[in-house]
């Protein structure tokens, strides 16, 4: 019974000894914290080498170690095409070297409306403006002015709708703050 008593206390004293912290890193803007990226957060960045996306695994030490997976259309035996994880890639990057940060937004997609609107705007604007400048007032084909300046308004509320894209810019407005919990190894 002694034995097992002492077994469990060292078992116990280990578990204890050698746990790690928690890591974490807060985007903040103007200091009131919007999003706090963690070990299981899924989440995109981009730097100054490229974009990427994945699930952060680990923070430790000022770095963010994710995971990303390149998933591709692959065609299976039968002929039919599935989805399938060819890679998987272990990242990691300093927090100070990210640019952006980007968020899935939730609902209606504002973004995607504003590109077909945009599009659409300058289509209207194009074609309105041809009419009315190269035909006849009073004829089939004659645009009014109204709709040309009509369209030119969609197109630039289409602009200004798909400039208002669902990333955090990191700088003067938002910011990356490291919390660090772990013990350091010297």
């Known amino acids: ?9 060292l078992i116990i004293y280990h578990v204890v000894a050698t746990a790690q912290g928690f890591d974490f890193i807060l985007l903040k803007k103007n200091e009131h914290t ?10 995109s960045i981009g730097t100054s080498t490229g974009n990427f996306s994945g699930k952060i695994y680990s923070i430790y030490k000022d770095s963010i170690y994710f995971l990303q997976y390149d998933v591709r259309q ?5 002929g039919v095409y599935i989805l399938d994880t060819v890679a998987t890639y272990k ?8 640019a952006y940060i980007g968020h899935k937004p939730s609902g209606f997609n504002w973004s ?12 209207l604007t194009t074609v309105g403006m041809g009419t009315w400048l190269f035909t ?3 004829t089939r084909y004659y645009a009014s002015p109204t709709l040309v300046i009509g369209s030119a308004i969609l197109g630039g509320v289409g602009y200004l709708l798909l400039k208002s894209n669902n990333s955090y810019k990191l700088g003067s ?7 660090g919990t ?3 190894k010297k």
Not at 74 to 78: A, E, S, W, Y
Not at 173 to 179: N, P
């Open 182 to 184: 772990a013990k350091q």
């Open 91 to 98: 990242l990691r990057f300093n927090y100070h070297d990210i």
């Open 173 to 179: 407005k938002y910011h990356l703050e490291y919390v």
């Open 34 to 43: 919007i999003k706090t990226l963690y070990a299981g957060t899924i989440i």
């Open 136 to 138: 006849k007032p009073g």
């Open 1 to 9: 019974m002694k034995i097992s008593i002492a077994f469990f206390f």
């Open 74 to 78: 692959v065609q299976t035996n039968l």
């Open 112 to 123: 995607a409306s504003g590109g077909t609107l945009l599009g659409g705007g300058i289509v």
